[in-house]
């Protein structure tokens, strides 16, 4: 039976973070966090991890929670390895005084990293596009 996977995105000090949610346990409204963590100064991490459902969450932003395709259960190691793991994440890239270290590469946040790894699930046929009649759309609040 096909999870689904989700955008999420929660509250950050000057940006919201955001994430992929794949819903691995849907009776105990839990699944899996893919994304990465750290900052622009000291670079990021790939930092998978277990939870609740986001939207029960404090930082949740609320409406945030959109379905973008669904994957099936013996396809989420590959999306780790093939996409997750083979984006990597970003790098140091500004000084304490705000200086760009590649002032000719624009910055490269976790929604960019995000952006990537949902479309190489795309391209490599892990992550699959959904009907909306069968799978309802509409954000989670």
């Known amino acids: ?11 950050g000090a000057t940006r919201n973070h955001i994430a992929i ?3 691995t346990a849907p009776t105990e409204d839990a699944g899996w966090l893919h994304h990465v963590t ?7 991490d790939y930092t998978p991890r277990e939870t609740p459902n986001p939207v029960h969450l404090p930082e949740h932003v609320p409406s945030s929670m959109k379905q973008i395709a ?8 590959r999306f780790r390895e093939e996409c997750c793991l083979a984006v990597p994440p970003p790098q140091a890239q ?3 005084r705000g200086t760009q270290l590649y002032p000719d590469t624009p910055l490269y946040r976790c929604g ?4 990537d790894v949902q479309e190489l699930a795309f391209k490599n046929g892990i992550f699959k596009s959904f009907e ?10």
């Open 38 to 44: 750290g900052t622009i100064l000291n670079g990021m």
């Open 70 to 77: 669904t994957i099936e259960e013996e396809d989420l190691e």
């Open 94 to 96: 500004v000084t304490l």
């Open 1 to 11: 039976m096909p999870l689904k996977v989700y955008r999420t995105e929660s509250i």
């Open 132 to 141: 909306s009649e069968d799978i309802k759309t509409e954000p989670i609040i």
């Open 112 to 115: 960019d990293w995000l952006k």
């Open 21 to 23: 949610y794949i819903e």
